[in-house]
């Protein structure tokens, strides 16, 4: 299906030091694998850690390696697949990436050295991607890919936090989801976020959904830059 013969992609450069060394190249069209599928990204979503790979800065762990393509967070059709591939007939579909080999259970076994756009794992600012079956999700059919990118990690982040405050225990595990998914389980109690970045606005957009939360007490606080 794929008719481009480039794969256009940002990469690091080993002695970068801002995001501003960037630099664009065209890289192969991958192939998949059998359990494969070749995603034609059309979105990408930038998260702060992003910008300390891109800069090589120290405050994010990780030898990443010379060229490495950023980003962790996007969005694409599906182009083809492998043989064996769960998504073999569903060419065309809009998916988001799951950046992550952590699909369940402890956080403690998320590998920090097989996120995408970090140490060895080209990340999603290129053209094309091929990724393993249980690494992509179906976008909502209501969201475009632009909207769609930033649900994995500004999105999930924010559930998971809000979620964590209704049912996670002092051991770590979070206990199951409590009455329908319609119950208006934040009625009453108060949702702080910090700043405005897209954490915090898409805890905001949780906690105002008058569909399922009614009268949350919302407020939100800024801060200067140099503390980000």
């Known amino acids: 299906m794929a008719t481009a013969t480039t794969n256009p992609a940002w990469t690091i450069p080993i002695s970068a030091t801002s995001i501003k060394h960037l630099t664009k190249v065209n890289k192969p069209i991958p192939s998949p694998g059998p359990n494969q599928v070749l995603i034609q990204l059309t979105a990408a979503s930038l998260n702060y850690r992003d910008t300390l790979v891109a800069s090589r800065s120290p405050s994010y762990p990780g030898a990443h390696k010379d060229s490495l393509v950023p980003g962790c967070d996007g969005a694409g059709i599906i182009n083809s697949t492998g043989p064996l591939s769960v998504w073999a007939g569903k060419e065309g579909t809009l998916v988001v990436l799951h950046p992550t080999n952590w699909?369940?259970?402890?956080?403690?076994?998320?590998?920090?050295?097989?996120i995408l756009g970090?140490?060895?794992?080209?990340?999603?600012?290129?053209?094309?991607?091929?990724?393993?079956?249980?690494?992509i999700v179906e976008a909502p059919k209501s969201l475009s890919s632009e909207e769609s990118c930033a649900l994995i990690g500004a999105g999930v982040t924010a559930w998971d936090v809000i979620r964590g405050s209704l049912d996670a225990k002092l051991d770590g595990s979070v206990e199951?989801?409590?009455?329908?998914?319609?119950?208006?389980?934040?009625?009453?109690?108060w949702v702080l976020t910090q700043g405005t970045g897209g954490v915090s606005c898409f805890a905001i957009q949780v906690g105002a959904l008058s569909t399922y939360f009614t009268y949350t007490h919302i407020y939100w606080i800024s801060i200067s830059s140099a503390m980000v």
Do not use: F, H, I, Y
């Open 176 to 189: 199951p989801w409590k009455g329908g998914w319609k119950q208006k389980r934040l009625e009453g109690k």
């Open 118 to 135: 970090s140490s060895q794992e080209d990340g999603t600012l290129q053209g094309w991607m091929v990724l393993d079956d249980n690494r």
């Open 103 to 114: 699909l369940s259970g402890d956080v403690r076994n998320l590998q920090g050295d097989q």
